[in-house]
């Protein structure tokens, strides 16, 4: 067995999630390394979402009666947990939607119908970059369609970062929101926060960051990253699908206007007008997704039982041992950073000619899943020249058997391809 420096006790841990027990393909053990994806559940979020059902299934707020008064304690409950979670200054600063392309979409259409100094129209910028999830560039795209706007971006560097030489010409008077993922889905890469909100800041532009692949593998401090919105999803962090968090400054929730109307959104309403409910409320039309905020909730409690700091340093260690090993197979080519440092736990690669779906297919049949495909952030795959890449993402309970294992498949796929 391997020992790494800032190794959790995965054996104690993946204990906790049932599926890792599973086997495929008669008999091989799975090895789960699609984590960027989505992340496998433990049993105690299990638990805590069957236990919502079979005892507490009920709609939220207003209900008078046992079971929805302790579904609105739950589901309430939940938000306080997730404001803790991310050091939010207040509990109304948490917005739950169903996922973290709701969140950046719902960020977008308020600053479409905003009133002055939000508003983006015609003569605005928008600015996003090269590396984003599709969830972060079609929301602004359309956008810039819809008022004229303009959209610009930052490029790439060959070694996967962000090119910020001309961040002055990009970043301008004009520009009235920059919009940027913290950490990539495919690149791996750790973006320069401090840098492009220091530069959003004095042109006075609107920060708003797309922690997905943040927020389930290191400590997220809204505070700390001086952002006037994030985003994020419950799915990748031990939580249920279906549930995704948006985090707003609450001077800002306060003057944006909704995005959707309905049930729960509303202060009053007559056929003629209506008024909205103070956040965040006013941003959750209509019956919310009760159990997967709960589920969410209980996704927070296990993490931080474990502690973020701790997940972040297995997960570097793993990923360290992953860089390193990986390199040493013939052919194969990592798309984006090399090193461990300033990189996240997800690494995505080519294996010389062989397209990445057959390299997919042949892992899969040794039972080690992985992720093929543009992994919807296709101007990467075009930046770099490559039709898609494989991906493998790790998580606080990826063992360093499991790359060894992925190296050694990825050696059979060598082989049978010849």
Known sequence: MISLPGLLDTEAIRKDFPILDRTVHDGRKIVYLDNAATSQKPRQVLDVL?????????????????LAEEATAAYEGARDKVAGFVNAPSRDEVIFTKNASESLNLVAN???????????????????????????IVPWQLLSQRTGAKLKWFGLTDDGRLDLSNIDQVITEKTKVVSFVLVSNILGTINPVEEIVRRAQEVGALVVIDASQAA????????????????????????????????????????????????????????????????????????????????????VDYLNGIGMENIQAHEHAITEYAVRRLLEVPD???????????????????????????????????????????????????????????????????????????????????????
């Not at 309905?262 to 409320?281: D, K, L, R």
Request: include cysteine; charge should be negative.
């Open 110 to 136: 308020m600053l479409g119908w905003a009133d002055e100094p939000y508003r983006v129209d015609r003569g605005t910028e928008i600015v996003i970059t090269e590396m984003e999830h599709h969830s972060n």
């Open 216 to 299: 389930p593998h290191m400590p997220l401090d809204v505070q700390a990253l001086q952002a006037d919105f994030v985003a994020f999803t419950g799915h990748k962090m031990c939580g249920p699908t279906g549930i995704g968090v948006l985090w707003g400054r609450q001077e800002l929730l306060e003057d944006l206007p909704p995005f959707l109307g309905g049930g729960e959104m509303i202060e009053t309403v007559s056929m003629h007008s209506s008024t909205y409910a103070p956040a965040p409320h006013k941003f959750e039309a209509g019956t919310p997704p009760i159990a997967q905020a709960i589920g969410l909730g209980a996704a």
């Open 332 to 418: 194969l080519r990592i798309i984006g950073p090399t090193t461990a440092e300033d990189r996240g736990a997800a690494i995505s690669f080519t294996l010389g000619d062989i397209h990445p779906h057959d390299v997919g297919q042949v892992l899969d049949e040794q039972g080690i899943a992985v992720r093929v495909g543009h992994h919807c952030a296709r101007p990467v795959c075009l930046r770099y020249g490559i039709p898609a890449t494989t991906r493998a993402s790790f998580y606080l309970y990826s063992t360093p058997a499991e790359v060894d294992a992925l190296v050694d498949g990825l050696e059979q796929v060598r082989n049978f391809f010849g």
């Open 50 to 66: 069957n236990g919502y059902y079979e005892r507490q299934n009920s709609n939220v707020h207003r209900g008078v009666h046992v």
